[in-house]
């Protein structure tokens, strides 16, 4: 398998993103790396199976680039990753235009698995192990700015919540080594990385199954001493494990960024317990309290789930009323998905599609206006900015900004800047998620 070249198509969330660029850095060595799939001798689709919506995303991208056979120079098409995991065999059987298939622990395999199917173009390899094998590790090809960098910390999950089909995909919680994550870190800040972002299906248990304790705050303060890292952000906080330690780790550690993603779901206690997640309404709102009285501007993201089965009017209307009272800064509203294999799928009470596409509308009506609210107050600020680059006016993000998720700052400069540097910026105007703003000196602070 020498010399050829190969495209890539990731889906899905950026823990998938990483088992993108483990694949490309696997296969680079004797191949050619194309960003247009037209040019591809073999196309590469790292799918996604979370949620109907994905599903259907997947399977769309695999039909569209089976395509690609009789159409342009396609001669392999290999596909991986959750949905893969979660539907083997019967995918295989329903789309012959596969000819590699592998799960999301079998990346290793790859290499070998396209020189078997290139030596005999009548053999399909199809490869999907048990998910509870160590976490796929190893040199990356960014697929980020070269700036920012996510970091999987761990993989898996055990918190089993009754809508996720996660834990039979992706297998039991397993941290990462301490050594193998700083290492990691500093390899990444030597190729000019200067934000990290710290993931895994739940951050807040990093360490608990090799260290026998929460290791998270400690794991921040090492990689808080690589030199040229500049912002350290950590996602997927859960709520009711989020310690007291971990507070006061983001609230005294310089770099990392007052910004913290806590996946509540719910706030009715009722529909939380059908859920199976472990926190109470209570839990959440005590926690909510304290990471605001002792982190200074900290910004908090959340996702929110509607149409859960048996959700009353009554259950949707605290949530409503917990939206508007705690104004969260950023908020992401989706609709129940009835995933196959998940309690929640054959749970009574299942809610009309309708019902869930209002409550949907309606919740987002309300943080367009609590997003507009907050903005507005931010005019006058001055915010450290990473610059992401420039169309008619150049833009970045601040610490409040997730890559691709959470909006971004605008603003004009009259010097010729370089992407991944860093800025002060004034903030003058405010949208409903974007900032304007224009750029002012040290002296300005």
């Known amino acids: 398998m020498d010399n050829l070249k190969v495209g ?15 694949i490309l850095s696997n296969i680079k060595a004797n191949n050619e790396i194309v960003s247009d799939a037209k040019k591809a001798d073999i196309i590469i689709v ?56 592998l799960g999301v622990n079998d990346y290793d395999k ?17 490869s999907c192990e048990y998910t509870d094998i160590g976490v796929n590790e190893g040199e990356r090809i960014l697929t980020t700015p070269s700036h920012t960098a996510y970091i999987r910390i761990a993989e898996g999950c055990n918190n089993f919540c009754t809508y996720c089909i996660i834990p039979k995909i992706r297998g039991k919680y397993r941290s990462r080594s301490m050594e193998n994550i700083i290492k990691e870190a500093q390899s990444l800040s030597k190729q000019g990385v200067k934000e990290i972002i710290l993931v895994a299906q739940d951050t807040t248990r990093y360490g608990t199954d ?35 330690e971990l507070i006061d780790e983001i609230a005294t550690n310089s770099k990392v960024c007052k910004y913290l993603d806590i996946p509540l779901q719910h706030i009715s206690n009722n529909v939380l317990k059908a859920m199976g997640r472990r926190g109470t309404k209570e839990e959440i709102l005590n926690n909510i ?53 998940t309690p929640a799928a ?70 010729n800047l370089k992407v991944g540097s860093i800025v002060n910026v004034r903030i003058t105007h405010s949208l409903e998620y974007d900032l304007i703003g224009v750029v002012c000196d040290e002296s300005c602070k």
């Not at 890539?8 to 483990?22: A, F, P, T, Y």
């Not at 790859?110 to 199809?126: A, G, H």
């Open 46 to 101: 790292n799918t996604c199976g979370f949620i109907e919506t994905s599903k259907q995303e997947s399977i769309d991208t695999i039909l569209e680039m089976a395509k690609y056979k009789n159409k342009y120079n396609c001669k392999l098409l290999v596909v991986t990753g959750c949905l893969t995991q979660r539907y083997g065999k019967e995918l295989m059987e329903l789309m012959p235009e596969i000819d590699v298939m």
């Open 346 to 415: 054959l749970m009574k009470n299942q809610i009309d599609e309708s019902i869930k596409e209002s409550r949907e509308e309606e919740l987002m009506s309300v943080q367009q206006g609590i997003s507009k609210q907050i903005n507005s107050s931010k005019i006058g600020r001055i915010y450290e900015v990473i610059v992401e680059g420039k169309e008619e006016e150049w833009y970045g993000r601040s610490y409040e900004m997730t890559p691709e998720i959470d909006g971004l700052v605008y603003f004009n400069s009259d010097e």
């Open 210 to 244: 090799i260290y026998g304790k929460k290791a998270l705050s400690e794991l921040i303060r090492k990689l808080s001493k690589i030199e040229n890292i500049h912002w350290i952000r950590v996602l997927y906080c859960y709520p009711e494990e989020i310690t007291e």
């Open 289 to 341: 309290n304290k990471l605001r009285e002792k982190v200074k501007n900290i910004v908090l993201r959340t996702s929110i789930i509607v149409g859960f089965p048996g959700e009353t009017d009554e259950d949707f209307q605290e949530l409503k009323d917990f939206i508007k009272e705690e104004k969260i800064d950023k908020l992401g509203v989706f609709k129940y998905s009835r995933e196959d294999g």
């Open 8 to 22: 890539l198509i990731s889906l899905g969330c950026d823990k998938n993103r990483i088992d993108s660029e483990i």
């Open 110 to 126: 790859l290499n070998e698995s396209i020189d078997k199917c290139i030596k005999n173009s009548e053999e399909k390899v199809y």
